[in-house]
């Protein structure tokens, strides 16, 4: 019968660190390609007014957003009463047009009942000019279409 004996004083070999920079870089690209880091250049004005009583929208995908305020560049610099749809400097008349394509690009007939027209208004906009835009979207969505006005949260001292 033959007999084992342990070796003693072996060391274990060290682990191979060589592939670890390009696991680092892929994972890099990865992130750099799969991540949207802004939708929309804004090109307004847009400080959002506090609110004390906010809830949080779930479905981001599924929100259209309307910015309302004053020009930041350019020509625009300082004129009010401007509205942003996507990256475009609008007119109200453009909203049901805007509205309309992106229904239209939800494909899903309940995922349509979920689309909200998201407010973001600059603090100093005009009233009047706002309630134009809701006229606006009162006759492109009559069905009670949801509207969310966007702040910004107000810390009670």
């Given amino acids: 019968m033959s007999r084992f004996k342990k070796k003693k004083g072996k ?3 060290a682990i191979s660190t060589a592939s670890l920079p390009d696991i680092v870089f ?3 690209f990865f992130f750099m390609v799969a991540t949207v880091l802004r939708e929309v250049d804004l090109k307004l004005t847009n400080e959002l007014p506090k609110a004390s009583e906010i ?3 779930k479905r ?3 929100i259209m957003h ?3 305020g004053s020009g930041k560049f350019g020509d625009l610099k300082n004129v009010p009463n401007l509205i942003q749809l996507d990256d475009a400097i609008s007119e109200v008349k453009d909203i049901g047009p805007y509205l309309e394509m992106r229904r239209s690009k939800v494909t899903a007939e309940n995922e349509k009942k979920l689309l909200t027209t998201s407010f973001k208004a600059d603090e100093n906009a005009q009233m009047y000019f706002i309630n134009e835009i809701m006229t606006e979207l009162r006759r492109y969505s009559p069905f009670g279409h949801p ?3 966007t702040t910004k949260k107000q810390i009670l001292k």
Avoid: A, E, P, R
Wanted: glycine share 6%; hydrophobic share 50%.
């Fill in 26 to 28: 892929m994972l890099l």
């Fill in 60 to 62: 981001k995908s599924l």
């Fill in 66 to 68: 309307i910015y309302v």
């Fill in 11 to 13: 060391k274990i070999g």
């Fill in 55 to 57: 809830k949080k929208l």
């Fill in 147 to 149: 509207i969310s006005y």
